[in-house]
């Protein structure tokens, strides 16, 4: 690869200089951990991370929240376990968020419109996503949910209007009411609970029809009773070991 010039990137409405070795860029631009604000859970003992306050109000909060955020892991000696509710509502120059391994639940609406979001990794110890966590994360095209999660809220995943398939582990007991509606490119839904998840209205209405014309989920041969011929809407299709 060639090294060539600096180049002007755009990320949300800033221009930022970055330098480019071939096609990717070297210098990733990194949000400031320095205004994340932290609130103890005597629950859980540990803390819950955010970055914007309740009363949505614009900050310097917000605009810092820009390029890739890795979530610390800890703070002052303990995890952090959580994001809180809102946390990061409205980041919309946020491109790549790192979820730590220490954190067990995302709050409701923590990356509500992020619209410039493109990927979360996300931590493997997670066992909630609550209501509208991604809600308008349009430009988000694919997560990985890791085995441990047991539910997704209202609207989690509402309006992420690139997201194109979602692999939803066997460890899911339920799917909140319009969790993946407007999702108008999600054409492959595959469904690795054997028990099949308590499912809120509308949670998969009006997202993309697959290669054979029908809007349908992909569920484990096993399970093909249990699903039915329809399930949540959609066409059940029993093929997955």
Do not use: W
């Amino acid at each position: 690869m060639i090294l060539t010039q600096a180049d002007n990137i755009k990320i949300g409405s800033d221009d930022v200089t970055a330098v480019r070795l071939g096609s990717d860029y070297l210098f990733q631009v990194t949000a400031d951990l320095s205004v994340l604000q932290y609130g103890f859970h005597n629950g859980l003992n540990g803390y819950l991370v955010a970055a914007v306050s309740t009363s949505f109000e614009e900050s310097t909060r917000v605009s810092s929240m820009i390029g890739l955020l890795t979530i610390p892991s800890t703070f002052n000696g303990l995890p952090v376990v959580g994001t809180n509710t809102n946390a990061f509502n409205g980041a919309n120059r946020l491109l790549n968020v790192v979820i730590p391994d220490s954190v067990t639940s995302i709050g409701n609406s923590s990356f509500f419109e992020c619209r410039d979001l493109e990927s979360v990794t996300m931590s493997s110890n997670l066992t909630l996503i609550s209501d509208s966590a991604f809600n308008g994360c349009e430009q988000l095209t694919s997560i990985t949910i890791p085995d441990g999660v047991t539910s997704f809220g209202v609207n989690t995943f509402r309006n992420c209007g690139r997201l194109s398939s979602i692999n939803i582990p066997s460890s899911v007991t339920s799917i909140g009411a319009s969790c993946f509606r407007d999702c108008q490119s999600l054409s492959r839904i595959n469904c690795f609970a054997t028990t099949p998840p308590t499912m809120g209205n509308a949670a998969f209405s009006n997202i993309a029809f697959d290669t054979n014309g029908f809007r349908s989920i992909h569920v484990p041969t096993s399970a093909s009773s249990a699903y039915g011929n329809v399930f949540a809407g959609l066409t059940v299709v029993a093929d997955l070991s």
